[in-house]
């Protein structure tokens, strides 16, 4: 029964990737004007985080660089989906594309494998704590995020505009 622990947050994971999936395939509205209230929340919630236990030494320098990769990331994750605009009621929606979910998958099989490396002991070859490495996906997450969400405001507000008749 060794095989347990680790095949039910594998059943977890197909679950949630199967109904994120199904919710994708439609359009779903874009609130425009509340793209800013995730990122916001993550942001507090990290830096809350980083103040109660701040990185120490060269922990900093991996914070910073998950959350450039975190940064690249979300912004490419957020190139890839579909926003449209009906040029009658100038109302947004987005659609996942197929490539978004493929990037999502990978992104989950990635950190899967990470945290199994780093249970085998990858964490002490790399001579990495669990806090550090909990620090450095907070800052990657942070960026997926951040970034995600403000290349969707970019884009909407580019058709927004475009929409509009010019006076």
């Excluded at 994120?20 to 395939?25: F, I, K, N, Q, S």
Aim: glycine share 8%; hydrophobic share 60%; net charge positive.
């Amino acid at each position: 029964m060794d095989w347990w622990p680790k095949l039910i947050p594998i059943a977890v994971a197909a679950l949630i990737l199967s109904l994120r999936w199904w919710r994708g395939r439609g359009l779903r509205r874009l609130r425009f004007e509340t793209l800013w209230v995730v990122p916001v929340i993550v942001t507090v919630v990290a830096v809350a985080l980083f103040g109660s236990m701040p990185p120490t030494g060269w922990g900093w320098a991996v914070c910073v660089i998950a959350a450039a990769a975190g940064l690249v990331l979300g912004w490419q994750r957020g190139r890839l989906m579909h926003i449209e605009i009906d040029p009658e009621t100038h109302r947004l929606s987005h659609r996942q594309s197929p490539a978004a979910f493929l990037f999502l998958f990978v992104l989950l099989a990635a950190r899967t494998v990470l945290k199994e490396v780093m249970a085998e002991g990858g964490a002490s070859a790399l001579h990495m704590s669990a806090t550090t490495l909990t620090d450095a996906f907070m800052a990657l997450g942070w960026g997926l995020i951040v970034a995600h969400r403000a290349e969707m405001f970019v884009r909407a507000r580019a058709l927004l505009a475009a929409a509009r008749p010019r006076t």
